[in-house]
């Protein structure tokens, strides 16, 4: 459940929502929070991200803002010392890079990055993952070569590795994974397959490149 929902409603309103979008209402619960503006309507609750398990992490909350047919991700986490960090802002997911092997188990970091980030356009300054509906997530992290047949049927999907995790002798890491997004066409739906390598350390920021290795890979048909 959600640690904090007046917490989770004030980043959600503050860093989600765009300038100058009136919030028309909220509705509270003990597992979300949703908030309704003229644009969409904003679904907080909590997120089974490995990061939430950190101690330094209060609430990792994942926000999907609805509008039929359109469902956007956003990840906020809630630090213990007060702190809210919108994980669809580059520079913050590069700043969080800070933290892996020294309070952010690699993997956690490469899950945000795998739901987050594959989408098309990821410059910024928001990044903004397009999910099929509102409870499927907007991208996955491959996490074993299996993943395309075990987690989502794919059977024409490239071949793919585990993520790898190197530390260098200098404090600094390499961190290789792949990932994948999942979208709607007028018929079947279809997944692009990116590869990723991403490098930093405890005095810099993460920094990434993206390869897309496979695009608009047709799932069959039920």
């Known amino acids: 459940m959600l640690v904090d929902t007046e917490r989770t409603t004030e980043a959600l309103q503050r860093y989600v929502l765009e300038p100058g979008e009136a919030t028309e209402r909220v509705w509270v619960g003990p597992e979300s929070v949703t908030v309704r503006t003229a644009r969409f309507r904003y679904l907080a609750r909590p997120a089974r991200w490995a990061v939430a398990d950190e101690e330094w992490v209060a609430d ?40 892996v092997g020294a309070g952010l188990d690699p993997l956690a970091y490469a899950e945000l990055l795998g739901e987050l980030y594959s989408t098309w356009e990821i410059d910024g300054p928001v990044v903004r993952p397009f999910s099929v509906t ?64 991403v490098t930093g350390g405890p005095d810099r920021a993460a920094t990434w490149a993206r390869e897309t290795v496979a695009e608009r890979v047709e799932r069959p048909l039920p």
């Open 60 to 99: 990792a909350v994942r926000v999907v803002a609805a509008r039929q047919p359109i469902f956007v991700t956003h990840a906020l986490l809630l630090t213990v010392s007060g702190g809210t960090l919108h994980l669809n802002r580059p520079e913050v997911m590069g700043e969080l890079g800070r933290r």
């Open 134 to 197: 509102e409870g499927t997530r907007a991208g996955w992290l491959v996490r074993d070569p299996d993943h395309f047949t075990r987690v989502l049927a794919v059977p024409d999907a490239p071949a793919v590795t585990s993520p790898t995790f190197v530390p260098d002798p200098d404090g600094g890491w390499t961190l290789r994974f792949f990932s994948h997004n999942h979208y709607l066409l007028e018929v079947r739906s279809a997944v692009d397959v990116y590869r990723w390598t």
